[in-house]
Every structure is written in C-alpha cells, then in structure tokens.
C-alpha cells in the first residue's frame, strides 16, 4: 500500500473518530431535549412531574409499599392463556416467583375476605370463617344488625360493569400471596416469539385502530412509524389517551428492565445495575428513529392518569370507617396515616389531567365508546395470562389490575362523592387487591421516572469521558 494511501486511510479514520466523538457527546443532549416540554393532551409539563415526583411523591410511596399492607399481593399465575398455546420460557433462574409461605403472611391479610380493610368488615361475623374470627377476636357485638346488612348487600353488590380488570379469584386454590419486596420486578431474560405475540397482541388487536395501519413494534420498520402517528393525531381523545396509557405501560416495565439488568453473574452471585446499552436500544431517538422519546412522553402520561386517580380516591379512605387491617393495630394506624399523606401530595398537584375531557359528547355515543374502552382493557389484562415469564406475568398483571382499578376511579366520581362516612357503599367499592395493585402500580411509574432521571446523569457522564 502506498504511503498516499495510508495517509488518506488514516485521514479518514481520525475523521470517524471526531464524528463518533461527536455523536456520543450530541446524544444526551438529543434524549433530553426530546423529552421535555408540554405533553400533549394536557396541560403540564415534564419537568414538573419530575420536581414533584422526586421531592414529593417518591420517597414516600417507596415507603409505603415497604408497609406489610402493600408488600403482600394474592395472585393467580396458573390461569392459562385464554387466547394461545403459551410455549414461552424465561433463559435464567430469576424468572422465578417465589410464593410467600403462610407462616410469614400477616394473620389479619390471610384470615380475610378480599374486602379486608374495612373495620365493619372486620367485625362483621357473616362474612368470617367462625375460626377466623375466634381467632382474631372480629366480632363486635356493639355492631348495629342495620350495619351487617349494609355491609353484606354491599359485599354482594356485583360491580362487574365498572372492572376494567379481570381480576383473579383469591380464593381460588391456585391463588398465592406473593412477597412483592422478595420478588422485584427486573429484566429475566424473557423474550423472542413468545413476548412478541404478547405486546403485538395488545397493540394490534385491541388498541383502537383499523387492521391496515400498523403500530411500530419494530422502530425499524420502513414508513410504518409516522403514518401511524400521522393517523393517531387523527383520532378523538379517548382512542388516543387508551393508546398513550398502553405505550407508557409499556415504557415504564422496559424502564425497570433496563435499570434492574443482569450485568453478570460470579461464583453463583448475580450482580444487578442499569445497562446503557439496553436503555439506549429501547430509548435513544436514532436508534428508535424518533420512536423511544414518544415511549417515554407516554410514561409521564400514564402517570398524570394515575396520579389524578389517586387524588380523586382520596375521600374514600379518609373515611373514619377505613382501616388498612394486617392485625397490626399500630402499624395499621401508621400505613393509613403515610396513605394519606401522599394522598394530600396528589391533591396538592397543580397541573391535573382533566378526564371529564373525555366521553364528553352525546350521551349514548359516548357510554358506548367508554364500554368499547373499558372491554379493550379488560382484554388486555386477560393477555397478561399468557405471559410465559412468571415474574414477567406477576408484575404485568399488577400494573394492569393497577392502571384497570384507577380507571374504574376516574369513571366513578359520583359514586365516590356519595360515599357514606360510617358504612359501606353499595355504589363504589375496592378491594384489598385492587388496593395493593393501585399503589403498587403507581409506586412503579413513580420509580420509572426516578430512574429515567437516573439515566440522563449517566448519559451526561459518558459524554464528558468522551469529551
């Protein structure tokens, strides 16, 4: 080879390497500068989400979920997929769900019925096994007969209509408590056909949308993306708010996977921590072609939905009637008195989403169109039965039982407002797992954030070593 040639050759190479330099120290800045702003269909911006989340939301509603209340989940995962054969399998060990023994659940959470958070119902004989409630000392003979049969029309009262769930029957012999705090959600390993048929499913066959415009499951798939967007823009509120929440579900549980990787494994001992590579494949704007900024606005979204729940739940439990039983009468007390706290901090948020917005118009196309929302939905949480993963389908059912329960809230305001301050109600009603579900959730889009914030100081760290 010529020395010219060498010369040029080497030229060449310098040059690629000030343009990678270049690109990498231009990337975050391109990830920030494309998350930010005001998001659409609402009036707030991210970067108050972030302020409030961090400072306000945060440190509390990771402490609450810490609470024996919220750490305990009853689920199924044995049901089988209602839709397909399910051949999927995780490739590690940590796929894994560890079920929580008897002996370690709180005797006042597994003597219950699934409506065990209230005091009436802790004392209502009805509805207790004799055992139980000679166990736990429930019965108060000071109880009014007219309180028992309120509570028990109310504990009959089929809400089915309002569920955008399909909830797991607790006292299927199937159903396990689960240690959410031993069992974290993080990535496993699943993925391949099998995870593909189920968020392809979800996205193509129950979102709104006609068959021949095609969600960008795949980012590099050729023209597909905008004409899809171009087409969403097209459609009313709701069709487009039920899109955002399914892809801001979607971001959030790739964020945690993302932060909470495999990075290697020595002598038996898993080492876990954020991979930038991971978090810049599902994420970084080129390498999405524009698709991962969207993914991630869609988060902020999903949880100023969450968020508005949350603050308009609130007079439900600050009913004197509500306890958050576990047996604990102390911690009992302290759980409900942090519960409210953060409820405060919701209601204090200025910047609300405003879901009257939403099936607004004439009445009979819009209750057909909200039945139409809510059907979608519940198929969706039927779709988390056939997640091959079992750690994977433990939190996908959670965090759609979640975001299902505080729809059901946004869509019950009246109901809510009518509530009676000492008995139950037969118009709205929660019970102890939509409960756990419903802060649980919320707990993972509030990490998310946190976490995405995370993210961003790593990628200004990478820039500055390469500068």
């Known amino acids: 080879m010529s020395r010219g040639v060498r010369r040029a050759g080497a030229g060449q190479g310098a040059a690629a390497a000030v343009q990678l330099l270049v690109t990498l120290s231009f990337l975050p800045s391109v990830v920030e500068a494309q998350v930010t702003g005001v998001l659409d269909d609402c009036l707030c911006d991210i970067d108050s989400i972030d302020n409030f989340n961090t400072f306000k939301i945060f440190p509390k509603i990771k402490k609450l979920q810490e609470r024996d209340y919220f750490r305990y989940y009853k689920v199924n995962l044995k049901r089988p997929c209602p839709f397909w054969a399910e051949d999927g399998h995780c490739s590690i060990k940590d796929c894994h769900v560890e079920p929580c023994p008897e002996s370690k659940i ?36 000071t109880l009014s007969n007219q309180s ?19 909830l797991d029957d607790e006292r299927s012999p199937a159903a396990q408590y689960v240690d959410l705090l031993l069992n974290p959600e ?133 009913r004197s009637i509500v306890d958050l039983y576990t047996g604990n009468v102390e911690e009992d007390a302290d ?7 953060i409820f405060q901090d919701t209601k204090s ?22 039945e139409e929302f809510r059907l979608h939905f519940k198929n969706i ?36 407002q009518k509530l009676p301050e000492n008995s139950p109600s037969k118009g709205f009603q929660l019970t102890r797992q939509e409960i756990v579900a419903l802060l649980n959730a919320f707990g993972r889009l509030s990490t998310s954030i946190r976490e995405l914030q995370n993210f961003k100081v790593l990628l200004q760290h990478s820039r500055c070593h390469c500068i």
Not at 335 to 341: A, F, I, V
């Open 148 to 166: 028992k049969e309120a509570f028990i029309d109310w504990a009959r009262y089929d809400d089915s209509q309002d569920h955008f769930c399909e």
């Open 335 to 341: 759980t409900k008195t942090l519960l409210l706290n």
């Open 106 to 141: 709180p005797v006042g959470i597994k003597a219950g019925s699934s409506n065990k958070y209230l005091k009436v119902a802790n004392n209502t004989k009805e509805l207790e096994d004799c055992e139980q409630a000679n166990k736990l000392g429930a019965i108060n003979s």
């Open 186 to 318: 993080r990535y496993t390993g699943y993925k391949g056909p099998s995870a593909w048929r189920v968020w392809n499913s979800i996205y193509e066959e129950n979102c709104f949308k006609p068959r021949s415009v095609y969600r960008p499951l795949n980012p590099l798939a050729p023209s597909r993306g905008e004409s899809f967007y171009t087409w969403l823009e097209g459609l009313c509120l709701e069709k487009r708010v039920f899109y955002k929440l399914i892809s801001g579900l979607h971001a959030s549980i790739n964020l945690h996977l993302c932060a909470n990787y495999l990075l290697e494994e020595t002598w038996g001992k898993p080492s876990w921590g954020p991979n930038m590579k991971e978090f810049k494949r599902r994420f970084d704007p080129v390498e999405t072609k524009g698709e991962g900024p969207r993914r991630l606005k869609n988060l902020y979204f999903l949880y100023l939905i969450e968020l508005r729940a949350l603050s308009k739940v609130a007079p439900y439990f600050e």
């Open 349 to 370: 948020f200025p910047m609300h989403f405003d879901e009257k917005s939403m099936f607004a118009g004439d009445k009979k196309g819009a209750k057909s169109l909200k």
């Open 381 to 416: 949480s039927r779709i988390m039965d056939c997640v091959g993963c079992d750690k994977c389908r433990l939190w996908g059912k959670l965090q759609t039982q979640g975001l299902g329960t505080a729809l059901k809230i946004l869509f019950s305001e009246k109901e809510i």
